[in-house]
């Protein structure tokens, strides 16, 4: 069956950078986008962007870009989103979803980020 | 960015009641997808494609909507679906979600 499993919760300074991990089985890792997703409270949910395993290829949600960089271990089959310059405002869960056309069928368990001296 | 409305924001439902709850785009779309979650969950997929319901969803959830006004509607509120319920769409490239419509059982 499809799995995606998520690193555990981070703790970070402000200021640093942090690098998430996803890592898929049960299917052909090259054969569907993998996307990221941001959950928090305030805001609740909100498109990161998507990457092509097969081809390295991203998207980017504008709000997004510079603060998000998506990649991928096709050796491993696991996606990886690093976020850099992190504030507060970036404490959140974030989950990786394998895309189905235009919606997400699976879901990581996602992982939690603090920002926080 | 195509901005989702849901409406209500919460609302309290008996056991029996029927329940819908509406997501309006602010342009049109050409699919609705629903998503269920419950604390400490992640969203489960629910309704695809504006009506299908996704594998092991009961059937009294249905689906319904075009263009910029979509809703999900559950016959007979039961216990278990007691939980927020999310619209979102992807009309490329804006893919965006409703702010959640937290449904809870009286």
């Known amino acids: 069956q499809v799995q995606l499993q998520q690193s555990g919760a981070e703790l970070v300074k402000p200021g640093t950078s942090v690098k998430l991990s996803c890592k898929a089985s049960?299917?052909?890792?090259?054969?569907?986008?993998m996307n990221w997703i941001k959950q928090t409270t305030g805001q609740g949910l909100e498109w990161i962007g998507i990457i092509n395993p097969g081809s390295g290829g991203t998207s980017y949600n504008v709000k997004f870009k510079g603060k998000a960089t998506l990649t991928v271990d096709k050796s491993s089959s696991t996606a990886f989103m690093q976020l850099s310059s992190l504030t507060p405002e970036d404490s959140a869960v974030y989950y990786c979803a394998r895309r189905e056309l235009t919606w997400f069928a699976y879901w990581g368990q996602g992982t939690l980020v603090t920002v926080s001296s | 960015e195509i901005v989702l409305t849901q409406s209500p924001t919460t609302m309290t439902a008996s056991p029996g009641e029927k329940v819908t709850i509406t997501c309006r785009a602010s342009?049109?779309?050409?699919?609705m997808h629903w998503y269920q979650q419950k604390p400490g969950a992640s969203p489960k997929p629910w309704i695809y494609?504006?009506?299908k319901l996704a594998s092991g969803v009961p059937d009294r959830f249905s689906g319904s909507g075009s263009g910029t006004s979509y809703s999900l509607t559950i016959n007979n509120m039961e216990a278990e679906d007691a939980a927020t319920y999310y619209c979102?769409?992807?009309?490329?490239?804006?893919?965006?979600f409703g702010s959640g419509t937290k449904l809870e059982i009286k």
């Open positions: 049960g299917y052909t890792f090259t054969s569907n986008h």
């Open positions: 494609e504006t009506s």
């Open positions: 342009s049109s779309v050409s699919y």
């Open positions: 979102q769409q992807w009309n490329y490239p804006s893919l965006t």
